[in-house]
Each structure stands twice: as structure tokens, then as C-alpha cells.
């Protein structure tokens, strides 16, 4: 594979669905908000983006056996981040699709053995493969399953070096929470602890593997402060979010939530891939 190289895009382009332009950018802050892929960030990521090259990580929860056309997005976002001279980080779920995020969900998720997830990964990581450059040698992609290390986490420090830096009124004040619990079939405990374990998971990037950023879509905004709040209170360090829309015109969070079984990454249909051409075109 070629070595990779920021795009230099000057864009023409007008259909029934978009008319723009686009001139130069000079860096990956820049390409991403004109793309329409940042939705909110924390303060200084513009200048963080502009000026240093940094470990970034996104999280993938292995719950089939194939990526599905609303990963689509945080896999370009991270691309264009690679190209840019970042570094990507991706993390398979292994340990928290044993969990179940709650987020963007009205109901608990059906919990997977550990066969079935190992099984996923395989698959997975094979996908991600053909987006993300794994052997370029300034910066390749990293791909890493928080089972390896959330397996083996001992409960009792767990809740006393993790746990005691979040109040149950800040747990419940995030959206993937709150929605929940309004419902008549409420939350588990179970799904409750995800935030605690994805903050947990950005610890852990951050001491190994020197990661100061995340990303996801905007559904995981809660989930991802979380982590930012925790790497401050135990390591005094000051580390980044950024997600992207969870919603798109069109139909985009229709396409997410219930197109999850049939749209997979091998094989999209045409129609759905249309409100992504902003994210695709150009892709040199």
C-alpha cells in the first residue's frame, strides 16, 4: 500500500442531492467540519487537529459478524484522520459487547457469548483492514480489544479506583441513560456500568498507548466525556472528544438502528450509500 498523504482536494460537485464547493484544506479539523462530520467537540480540538499529531481511537462492539453501514462514518472519520498523519486506534468491544452500550437503544441488547465475539472480531478486523492502513510506517492503524485488559479487572478496585469519581446524578443525566430509564422496561445494571467501562477503556489508551482523543457518533457523547472526566481526575491530563452526527437527513438514524442485520459493510445497497457521498467522494 502507498504511503499516505493528506488530501488536496479543490471539489467541484453538484447532483440533485448537494451542490458545494471546496477549496484547499490544510488540516484534518478543517476537512471534517466542512465535510459536515463534526457535530461537538471539547475546547481546544481545533487547534489539537491543526497543530500536533495525535493518538485517536474509535470503538466498534463486535455484536455480528460484520460491520454494518452505520459504522461507515466513524470509519471514514478515521481514514481522513490517518491521512492527515494521526494515528488511529481501533477498539474492538470484545469486553464491552459482553456488557451492551445503551446508547441509541430503547431496549437491553442481547447479551454474546465469548465465542460468538471472538468469532466477530475475526471478521471485523478484516474490514477494517481495507479502509485503514495497518503497515504504513509513520503512522498505522492500531487495532486492540478491551478484553484483554477489562477481563481481568478485579471488581472491588475497579469500583473503588473508577467508580468513586462518578456520581450516580451525573450517570443519570446522560441522554443514553436517561432515555432509558423513562421507559417502562427501564435499564440494568449491567448497561448502566457501560459508561464506567468505556471511561475505563480511554484510561487505559491513554496510559499505554498515549491516546488523547476519542471520537464516535454523537449518541456516545455521555460515554466519551465520561472518559475525559476520569483521565482528569486520576492523571491531572487534559485529553479530547469529537463525535459526529448520530442523525442524518434522509433517514440516517433510521439507517443505523434498524438497518443493522441486513446493511452490512460487504454488500450495501446503492440507495443507502446516497447520503454519504460527502464522506466517500474524493477519496485520494
Not at 112 to 136: H, R
Request: aromatic share 8%; net charge neutral.
Amino acid at each position: 500500500m502507498q504511503a499516505l498523504t493528506a488530501p488536496k482536494p479543490v471539489l467541484r460537485f453538484k447532483s440533485e442531492l448537494f451542490e458545494w464547493e471546496k477549496d484547499i484544506v490544510t488540516n484534518a479539523y478543517e476537512e471534517l467540519k466542512w465535510r459536515g462530520l463534526v457535530y461537538d467537540h471539547t475546547e481546544s480540538v481545533p487547534d489539537v487537529l491543526a497543530k500536533e499529531k495525535i493518538s485517536v481511537y474509535n470503538g466498534f462492539d463486535p455484536t455480528a459478524d460484520s460491520l454494518h453501514i452505520g459504522n461507515l462514518v466513524p470509519l471514514m472519520v478515521m481514514a481522513r484522520l490517518q491521512r492527515f498523519g494521526h494515528t488511529p486506534i481501533l477498539l474492538a468491544g470484545g469486553g464491552t459487547g459482553m456488557v451492551g452500550d445503551p446508547s441509541g437503544r430503547s431496549s437491553e441488547r442481547n447479551l454474546l457469548t465469548i465465542e460468538e465475539i471472538e468469532a466477530n472480531l475475526v471478521t471485523v478486523k478484516q474490514q477494517l483492514a481495507s479502509v485503514l492502513d495497518f503497515e504504513v510506517k509513520s503512522n498505522p492503524a492500531v487495532m486492540v480489544n478491551n478484553a484483554d485488559w477489562l477481563s481481568k479487572l478485579n471488581l472491588l478496585a475497579f469500583l473503588r479506583d473508577t467508580g468513586k469519581h462518578f456520581t450516580v446524578n451525573y450517570m443519570l443525566g446522560k441522554d443514553s441513560v436517561k432515555s432509558r430509564i423513562q421507559r417502562e422496561d427501564g435499564i440494568s445494571y449491567t448497561e448502566f456500568s457501560y459508561m464506567l467501562l468505556q471511561a475505563y477503556d480511554y484510561l487505559h489508551l491513554h496510559d499505554t498507548l498515549g491516546c488523547t482523543m476519542q471520537t464516535g457518533g454523537s449518541d456516545q457523547w455521555g460515554n466519551i466525556v465520561a472518559g475525559v472526566e476520569l483521565i482528569r481526575r486520576v492523571r491531572n491530563q487534559k485529553v479530547h472528544a469529537m463525535v459526529f452526527p448520530a442523525h442524518h437527513p434522509g433517514g440516517w438514524q433510521q439507517i443505523r438502528q434498524n438497518g443493522r442485520r441486513h446493511q452490512r459493510l460487504a454488500g450495501p445497497q446503492t440507495h443507502l450509500a446516497l447520503p454519504l457521498l460527502p464522506v466517500l467522494v474524493q477519496q485520494r
